[in-house]
Structure formats: structure tokens, C-alpha cells
């Protein structure tokens, strides 16, 4: 059964680092791995999604890679901002039946 | 403006009494999700519809009920059955099945 892993639960950095989230999945038979991003109480909002042939995808200063073989998936943020505060979550749609398969989510406080 | 809305933003339900989430998409999107969002965890899919009048149950559909009679109209019906159904509660939609899903912003639902 896919399971999905996000270490540390909760990330409190200066402005401006540059950082890096993981995402671990126990299964490598995945379609694709998308990141979302979540503000408190909302819903979710898509960043970027790597599909199962691709290495790495960017978007702005964002950047996410994919290593199947290993299971596991990093999302880069470069020059951090207190707007990126929020709680990032990673999702593996699994081979089989397509479905998402989620982690528990990073939460993200960026310090001013 | 093309999007989600579920409605309400906060719900409570008494003991014994049934209750039902609303979500309306205006993205011409075929396929509609429901999932169940805990506190350190990841979401769980409760039900999905890839089309009108089809719906199949997630990991987590006992409880719960839903009914697909409009493409842009996928409610959420959490009945007595379900024991703890403390939670944030989550609408998505996506072109088709396997596709990017958009999210709602959520309604979270708490017991009296």
C-alpha cells in the first residue's frame, strides 16, 4: 500500500534562505507527484506537478525533483518571503487506480 | 470568475442529525472529489464522480453519501452514521479523471 512521508512536520526559517522540503513515498509504481500549497483554513492550490518520466519542474522560484527510484521528492524555494508561509503538501497518484495519495503536509513560517 | 465554492464556511451538527455539504464548480470540469481533512494528516478521499450520475466511494465512504445530478453540483451528505465527523471537508474538480484537480476553500464542519 502507497504511503506518503513529509519530515519535519513544521519548517521555521529566516527571510530570504533558500530551503528544501521532502517528500518520501513507498511505492515507486506512481503516475505523477504534485505539490500543493495550503494557507490556514483554505483550500489547496496546485504548484507544480512532475510527471512519473520527468526529473524536476520549476516554476518561479520554485523547483521540484522527482527520483522514483529512491522514492522521494524535494521541493527547492529559493529566496524565501514571509508570503511563502503556509503548509506545503505532496500527493503521489498511484499507477493502479489513479488516485492521490497524500502526505500530512510541511508547515512553512518564513521569519521577516 | 471560473471556480469552486462550498458553502457553508462552518457547519455544526448535533447528535443524530444529518448534514450536507454544498459544492458547485463552474469549470465545466467532469470529474468531482470529496475529501476528509484531519489534523496531522494527509486527506483522505471520501467519495469522486467522473461524470454525471456516476460516483464511486474513496478510502473512507462509510458515513458519508452523495449524489451527482448536475455536472457543476456534487454535495456531500454526512449522515448520522458517521461517529467522528469532526474535520475540514474538502471539494476538488478536474477536467477529467487523472487531470490536475482545483480546489474549493473548504468547510469546515464541527459537532455540538
Known amino acids: 500500500k502507497q504511503e506518503v512521508t513529509q519530515i519535519p512536520a513544521a519548517l521555521s526559517v529566516p527571510e530570504g534562505e533558500n530551503l528544501v522540503l521532502n517528500c518520501s513515498f513507498t511505492?515507486?509504481?506512481?503516475?505523477?507527484l504534485q505539490w500543493f500549497r495550503q494557507d490556514p483554513g483554505k483550500g489547496l492550490t496546485s504548484l507544480l506537478l512532475?510527471?512519473?518520466s520527468q526529473r524536476e519542474q520549476t516554476s518561479g522560484r520554485l523547483n521540484a525533483s522527482l527520483d522514483k527510484s529512491s522514492g522521494r521528492s524535494t521541493l527547492y524555494i529559493a529566496a524565501s518571503q514571509p508570503g511563502d508561509s503556509a503548509t506545503y503538501l505532496c500527493?503521489?497518484?498511484?499507477?493502479?487506480?489513479?488516485?492521490?495519495?497524500w502526505g500530512a503536509g510541511t508547515k512553512l513560517i518564513i521569519k521577516p | 470568475d471560473g471556480g469552486i465554492t462550498q458553502s457553508p464556511k462552518y457547519l455544526f451538527r448535533k447528535e443524530g442529525q444529518n448534514v450536507t455539504l454544498s459544492c458547485e464548480q463552474n469549470?465545466?470540469?467532469?470529474?468531482m472529489y470529496w475529501y476528509r481533512q484531519d489534523p496531522g494528516q494527509g486527506l483522505r478521499l471520501i467519495y469522486y464522480?467522473?461524470?454525471?450520475?456516476?460516483?464511486q466511494k474513496g478510502d473512507i465512504a462509510e458515513g458519508y453519501s452523495v449524489s451527482r445530478e448536475k455536472k457543476e453540483s456534487f454535495p456531500l451528505t454526512v449522515t448520522s452514521a458517521q461517529k467522528n465527523p469532526t474535520a475540514f471537508y474538502l471539494c476538488?474538480?478536474?477536467?477529467?479523471?487523472?487531470?490536475?484537480?482545483?480546489f474549493g476553500p473548504g468547510t469546515r464542519l464541527l459537532v455540538l
Open positions: 476538488a474538480s478536474s477536467p477529467d479523471f487523472q487531470e490536475t484537480q482545483y
Open positions: 469549470l465545466n470540469h467532469d470529474a
Open positions: 464522480s467522473q461524470i454525471v450520475n456516476d460516483f
Open positions: 511505492d515507486s509504481a506512481i503516475y505523477n
Open positions: 512532475i510527471q512519473s
Open positions: 500527493a503521489v497518484e498511484v499507477d493502479s487506480n489513479y488516485q492521490l495519495i
